[in-house]
């Protein structure tokens, strides 16, 4: 079975920092781009960083663009999200999701399947 | 960027009914790289359609997505208890953004 498993997501204080991590099983992992997605309570989803199977590709959201860095290590099939400078718009359920399909030449970008079950991550004072 | 619109906000119908959502991309959408997200409360999205068109492993045919260019839509042609949810559409052309989302609640 495919699944993908958040963990790291808490409370943090504005202006500090919170590494997310995504445990992957059930297939090749390095075969495939990997997304985070967010989504802020009551809100709708938003995509926030992708990165290529090999890392050679790495792409941002423009809100969290140089304080957000996504990474991946094959061997431990896992997925991480270092987050910095956080605010308090940061807060939101974060999700790690799979990507199918979409334009050869833009890692990243694609269909998600499957979602993991998300973390939440809360900034507040 | 290109801004996705769904319509309508919320749609009020009744089990056995048939839903039909909109998915309007704010520029033309290549090759129907668009996909569209099933959410239920307290649940992770869950992919639908991809392609526009193309059903899910394991999506009843109930389902169905259709359009092209700027305008694409979801329709449920007998909506069962479970159908009720939130719906989002995703385009995977340019970048990735997704609309804001369609919820289906109950009558």
């Known amino acids: 079975e495919v699944q993908l498993v958040e963990s790291g997501g808490g409370p943090v204080k504005p202006g500090g920092s919170l590494r997310l991590s995504c445990e992957a099983s059930?297939?090749?992992?390095?075969?495939?781009?990997m997304n985070w997605v967010r989504q802020a309570p009551g809100k709708g989803l938003e995509w926030v960083s992708a990165i290529s199977g090999s890392s050679s590709d790495r792409h941002y959201a423009d809100s969290v663009r140089g304080r957000f860095t996504i990474s991946r290590d094959n061997a431990e099939n896992s997925l991480y999200l270092q987050m910095n400078s956080l605010r308090a718009e940061d807060t939101a359920v974060y999700y790690c999701v799979r990507v199918l399909g979409g334009p050869p030449a833009a890692a990243g970008a694609g269909w998600f399947d499957p979602w993991g079950q998300g973390t939440l991550v809360t900034v507040s004072s | 960027e290109i801004v996705l619109t769904q319509s309508p906000g919320t749609l009020s119908l009744s089990p056995g009914e048939r839903a039909t959502l909109s998915c309007r991309a704010s520029q033309s959408v290549s090759n129907n790289y668009l996909a569209w997200y099933q959410q239920k409360p307290g649940q992770a999205p869950r992919l639908l359609i991809y392609?526009?068109?193309r059903r899910a492993t394991g999506i009843p045919d109930r389902f169905s997505g259709s359009g092209s260019g700027t305008d694409f839509s979801l329709t449920i042609s007998r909506l069962e208890p479970e159908d009720f949810a939130v719906y989002y559409c995703?385009?995977?052309?340019?970048?990735?953004?997704f609309g804001p989302g369609t919820k289906v609640d109950i009558k």
């Open positions: 059930g297939f090749t992992f390095r075969s495939y781009a």
């Open positions: 392609g526009a068109s």
């Open positions: 995703q385009q995977y052309d340019s970048s990735i953004t």
